[in-house]
């Protein structure tokens, strides 16, 4: 979600729209930023900007690291874009950066400027290039930084279609035959004036309850639908429910094991590139959820006063047994970015065989359930006919 947070930098006030969880959220990435926050409405984005398309960020950059390593300069390789998207909702946003370059800011401060566009990762990034010259290889690290974050994310996607599919078309069949079969069978068994099974009287008694208020039940169906779907549009409400899965042990167990690699990635992607200690902390911060926050302000804390990475890390409690040894190698050996990076592949591959499992696990059951579910309700229906049956014999 968007909000406008007002804050102020030396004497300057400015008005940023960040895209943030929550609300303190948004205050700690303008605080990473530079900015002292004064406050941060949700919300209040023009009709107009809500309309416009996201800004292809990866896409921009792969663009511009192919025009650069052409010989380009950085201005004549904007333009080049510039010209090639005049079709597109990007050009703005790359006109506006091109105005701020013209006016001699550097290529972070015109990123800046634009925080819809370009996150604070990205622009903490080019700064740490611009130190050392080497924006071509920054790009590069940023895009294969997006390519390992996204091709998590289409693992976990691509692991939850089928059992989506399964429960959506499990639940149609259970709705037909509560809702149309079984007010059809009650009708049938309504004048046979025979004692029924308790179970087939319950099941039978729910579709003439079915039959006679099926408009109100719609209603009622269509109200709680339209209820959920603005719930989980509200942040505070999606806030909670991820702390309810947090509570989860299994589940909170791999988000957290999610949220630290994403975390470590990030980190050691702006430490190979250059950018310190304290700054790269503080721009990373707004990626850890609510529940990791308190830990990363002590993990920061407790580093800004001497104390080793590792060690700080381990008694924050954002590290495991495998990945604080190997924070305190990186250590040693002078190389903590790139053990970082090695981090989050360990722990991707950790989430990647807990979600094969899982889907192995899960669909089976699903299937055994919904079917189990299915017969059950098939067999209350003809047990009746069953018993006639045996009874004429």
Same mark, same amino acid.
């Given at each position: 979600?968007?909000?406008?947070?007002?804050?102020?930098?030396?004497?300057?006030?400015?008005?940023?729209?960040?895209?943030?969880?929550?609300?303190?959220?948004?205050?700690?990435?303008?605080?990473?930023? @530079?900015?002292?926050?004064?406050?941060?409405?949700?919300?209040?984005?023009? =009709?107009?900007?809500?309309?416009?398309?996201?800004?292809?960020?990866?896409?921009?950059?792969?663009?511009?690291?192919?025009?650069?390593?052409?010989?380009?300069?950085?201005?004549?390789?904007?333009?080049? *874009?510039?010209?090639?998207?005049?079709?597109?909702?990007?050009?703005?946003? *790359?006109?506006?950066?091109?105005?701020?370059?013209?006016?001699?800011?550097?290529?972070?401060?015109?990123?800046?400027?634009?925080?819809?566009?370009?996150?604070?990762?990205?622009?903490?990034?080019?700064?740490?290039?611009?130190?050392? @010259?080497? *924006?071509?290889?920054?790009?590069?690290?940023?895009?294969?930084?997006?390519?390992?974050?996204?091709?998590?994310?289409?693992?976990?996607?691509?692991?939850?279609?089928?059992?989506?599919?399964?429960?959506?078309?499990?639940?149609?069949?259970?709705?037909?035959?509560?809702?149309?079969?079984?007010?059809?069978?009650?009708?049938?068994?309504?004048?046979? @004036?025979?004692?029924?099974?308790?179970?087939?009287?319950?099941?039978?008694?729910?579709?003439?309850?079915?039959?006679?208020?099926?408009?109100?039940?719609?209603?009622?169906? =269509?109200?709680?639908?339209?209820?959920?779907?603005?719930?989980?549009?509200?942040?505070?409400?999606?806030?909670?429910?991820?702390?309810?899965?947090?509570?989860?042990?299994?589940?909170?167990?791999?988000?957290?094991?999610?949220?630290?690699?994403?975390?470590?990635?990030?980190?050691?992607?702006?430490?190979?590139? @250059?950018?310190?200690?304290?700054?790269?902390?503080?721009?990373?911060?707004?990626?850890?959820?609510?529940?990791?926050?308190?830990?990363?302000?002590?993990?920061?804390?407790? =580093?800004?006063?001497?104390?080793?990475?590792?060690?700080?890390?381990?008694?924050?409690?954002?590290?495991?047994?495998?990945?604080?040894?190997?924070?305190?190698?990186?250590?040693?050996?002078?190389?903590?970015?790139?053990?970082?990076?090695?981090?989050?592949?360990?722990?991707?591959?950790?989430?990647?065989?807990?979600?094969?499992?899982?889907?192995?696990?899960?669909?089976?059951?699903?299937?055994?359930?919904?079917?189990?579910?299915?017969?059950?309700?098939?067999?209350?229906?003809?047990?009746?006919?069953?018993?006639?049956?045996?009874?004429?014999?």
């Amino acid at each position: 979600m968007d909000y406008l947070v007002k804050a102020v930098r030396g004497r300057e006030m400015v008005s940023l729209t960040i895209s943030a969880i929550h609300v303190e959220d948004a205050l700690s990435q303008a605080q990473a930023r @530079g900015y002292t926050p004064i406050s941060a409405t949700a919300g209040t984005q023009s =009709i107009a900007s809500r309309g416009k398309k996201k800004f292809p960020l990866v896409l921009f950059s792969q663009e511009l690291l192919a025009l650069l390593e052409a010989g380009l300069n950085l201005v004549e390789a904007i333009e080049t *874009l510039a010209i090639k998207d005049e079709k597109n909702g990007t050009k703005a946003t *790359l006109d506006t950066l091109l105005q701020a370059l013209y006016q001699g800011q550097t290529f972070s401060a015109a990123l800046e400027q634009q925080p819809a566009a370009f996150p604070v990762l990205y622009v903490a990034t080019v700064r740490a290039s611009e130190k050392t @010259g080497d *924006l071509a290889e920054s790009l590069g690290r940023y895009i294969a930084y997006e390519e390992q974050v996204s091709l998590l994310k289409k693992k976990i996607v691509s692991a939850s279609i089928y059992p989506i599919l399964l429960m959506g078309v499990g639940s149609l069949v259970i709705l037909f035959l509560l809702g149309f079969v079984v007010p059809k069978f009650s009708r049938i068994y309504e004048g046979t @004036g025979g004692e029924l099974p308790f179970l087939s009287q319950v099941l039978l008694a729910w579709g003439v309850f079915l039959e006679n208020h099926g408009q109100a039940m719609l209603f009622a169906t =269509i109200i709680l639908v339209a209820t959920l779907f603005i719930a989980f549009s509200q942040p505070s409400f999606r806030k909670k429910l991820a702390q309810l899965f947090w509570r989860i042990p299994a589940l909170g167990k791999r988000l957290r094991i999610y949220q630290l690699a994403r975390f470590y990635r990030t980190l050691g992607m702006l430490l190979k590139g @250059g950018t310190p200690i304290m700054p790269a902390l503080q721009s990373v911060s707004g990626l850890l959820d609510t529940a990791l926050q308190a830990s990363m302000k002590k993990a920061s804390l407790a =580093i800004n006063e001497g104390q080793p990475m590792s060690q700080a890390m381990e008694e924050a409690g954002l590290t495991t047994p495998v990945a604080s040894r190997m924070l305190a190698v990186g250590e040693r050996g002078g190389n903590i970015g790139d053990m970082m990076e090695r981090i989050a592949s360990f722990y991707d591959e950790e989430l990647s065989r807990w979600i094969e499992w899982f889907t192995r696990l899960f669909e089976p059951i699903l299937m055994l359930f919904i079917g189990l579910v299915i017969g059950v309700v098939v067999l209350l229906l003809y047990m009746p006919i069953f018993e006639l049956a045996g009874n004429i014999q």
